[in-house]
């Protein structure tokens, strides 16, 4: 089993910035994907960025083509913690983030979540 805690969630206004962090525990793997899901009132829950394993010690990101260049995915292996740095925030980046782990990749239905910390950006 693979715990998640969010955090790092708020209010800003539009064009502020926001850093969540999640916190990974339990049996763990350097294999093991990392990302960030956000679901919006009234919608389906969207993929938002993933640092993925490419085999090795290599790892690889990946984002949302709506949040390319805004924000950015890492990861302290050695915290087994997972950052999402979001810059010019948008109102329509409003919706509660949700951290995931899986093995190697993240999916669509990735194995573990965390229980998510809202975001809301004024404008």
């Known amino acids: 089993q693979v715990q998640l805690v969010e955090s790092g969630g708020g209010l800003v206004q539009a064009g502020g910035s926001l850093r969540l962090s999640c916190a990974a525990s339990?049996?763990?793997?350097?294999?093991?994907?990392m990302g960030w899901f956000r679901q919006a009132p009234g919608k389906e829950r969207e993929f938002v960025a993933a640092i993925n394993w490419s085999g090795g010690s290599t790892y690889y990101t990946d984002y949302t083509d709506s949040v390319k260049g805004r924000f950015t995915i890492s990861r302290d292996y050695a915290k087994n913690t997972v950052y999402l740095q979001m810059n010019s925030l948008k109102p329509e980046d409003t919706a509660v983030y949700y951290c995931a782990a899986n093995k190697v990749v993240i999916t669509t239905k990735p194995d573990y979540w965390g229980q998510g910390t809202q975001v809301t950006v004024s404008s």
């Open positions: 339990g049996r763990t793997f350097s294999s093991y994907a």
